[in-house]
């Protein structure tokens, strides 16, 4: 990393006292959080469920969980790193007035970040499709493993939001736990793709926007358009928008300037020298 670059970022950071920060998935990779995207912001692996097919479908369900069963323990275990913790701390020196994370894993907070909204919901919490019930996920691990001990039995690898790959695993026999209010039908609390973000929180992270004078957005290619949109709803307001991400994104042409590196040691830097 250049001085030239944390020289324009500082700059950036400076002139814009009332800064909001966007963060996606690149910020978590180094927390071994895997990013579903590649550089060129293409899948890496098969593309994710979606919610007509989790809503619609008991055998898609049954898949879903049974795979997010076998990745949980490590999603959970997962903890912040420097990014995360530079991010906090420039909260804590008044530099950053609001940060929007389209990342579920909870690790700006665990950082110790106070103004944070997830704008894609938190896979740590189940939510009932049916009452809108909200449980803990560690409770209804605990229920999928006692309803299914074949579960505890299997390792495998795992996408970003937990869930693991099983291309041949049978999982009809998958028992799958249901609302302890209504009976319902369980769903992590997270947007899925195919999935509109809820109104009310649109709406909330727009008005953060709004009282902003600045975007910079880390570690997203912006391939989703809940993400994407507050680019373009900044840039139509006026306000400037910086991003630092290693690969492509989809707002290049938006951008002041991008600043192509592993956003942790950039911001780790950024914090210190802000520092003095
Ligand atoms: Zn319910």
Same mark, same amino acid.
């Given at each position: 990393m250049s001085s030239a670059t944390i !020289?324009? =970022?500082?700059? &950036?950071?400076?002139? %814009?006292?009332?800064l909001l920060v966007l963060t996606g998935a690149g910020i978590s990779t180094a927390s071994g959080i895997p990013d579903y995207r590649d550089e060129k912001g293409a899948w890496k692996l098969r593309q994710p469920m979606t919610f007509a097919e989790f809503a619609g479908c008991h055998r898609a369900r049954q898949r879903y969980w049974a795979r997010s069963a076998l990745g949980w323990p490590r999603f959970d275990r997962a903890q912040p790193n420097e990014a995360h913790q530079a991010l906090a701390e420039l909260e804590n020196l008044? &530099?950053?007035?609001? =940060?929007?994370?389209?990342?579920? !894993?909870? =690790? %700006?907070q665990l950082a110790g970040h106070n103004n944070v909204i997830d704008l894609h919901g938190l896979l740590h919490e189940v939510i009932c499709l049916d009452c809108g019930a909200i449980m803990p996920r560690q409770q209804m691990q605990e229920a999928l493993l006692t309803a299914n001990p074949v579960l505890?039995?299997?390792? *495998?690898?795992?996408?970003? !939001?937990? !869930?693991? %790959?099983?291309? =041949? &695993?049978?999982?009809?026999?998958? *028992?799958?736990?249901?609302?302890?209010?209504c009976d319902g039908v369980l769903k992590p609390n997270v947007v899925f793709f195919g999935e509109n973000v809820p109104r009310q929180r649109v709406e909330f992270s727009l008005q953060a926007l709004q009282r902003t004078d600045a975007l910079l957005v880390i570690g997203s290619s912006l391939q989703v358009f809940s993400g994407f949109r507050f680019v373009r709803n900044a840039v139509q307001a006026g306000k400037s928008v910086a991003a630092i991400n290693l690969g492509q994104t989809r707002a290049e042409d938006l951008f002041l300037f991008q600043v192509r590196e592993h956003c942790g040691p950039i911001l780790t830097e950024l914090a210190r020298t802000l520092t003095e």
């Open positions: !020289d324009k =970022l500082q700059q &950036f950071i400076r002139q %814009h006292p009332r008044g &530099f950053v007035k609001n =940060l929007i994370t389209q990342n579920v !894993d909870r =690790l %700006h505890t039995e299997m390792k *495998v690898t795992q996408a970003p !939001d937990g !869930d693991a %790959h099983l291309e =041949l &695993f049978d999982f009809s026999s998958i *028992v799958i736990p249901r609302c302890k209010e």
